[in-house]
């Protein structure tokens, strides 16, 4: 079953480039990753979204997400409240809402 992680971060104020640039040189080559979307949630807030084959490909590919993170760790801000740098969930998709076809782009 797919699975998804959800990181949020807050990045240091001048750092957001060396925070995307990261992103964009990452090899991502982990078994069982499917894609990867970063978006900007708010003034130097980001959440980064994850989808996997399954929650056993996510946990698998956990070391290689730390080792990623460790890349531009110190451009990221604590979150404060015990989080540290990052606040991260994960789960199996229970639901995949599409737009229905009368709502999609004619190309």
């Known amino acids: 079953m797919t699975a998804f992680n959800v990181v949020r971060v807050r990045v240091k104020p001048g750092q957001e480039d060396t925070f995307i640039e ?3 040189q990452a090899k991502l080559d982990m078994r069982g990753f499917r894609r ?6 708010g003034e130097h807030t980001y959440c980064i979204i994850g989808e996997w084959k399954s929650m056993e490909a ?4 956990r070391p290689a997400m730390t080792s990623l993170l460790d890349q531009y760790r110190d451009a990221l801000e604590d979150l404060g409240g015990g989080l540290g740098v990052t606040d991260a969930v994960s789960g199996e998709s229970i639901l995949d809402v599409a737009a ?3 709502l999609l782009p004619i190309s």
């Open 22 to 24: 990261a992103h964009r």
């Open 36 to 41: 990867g979307v970063l978006i900007k949630t």
């Open 58 to 61: 996510l946990a698998a590919a």
């Open 100 to 102: 229905p076809i009368s």
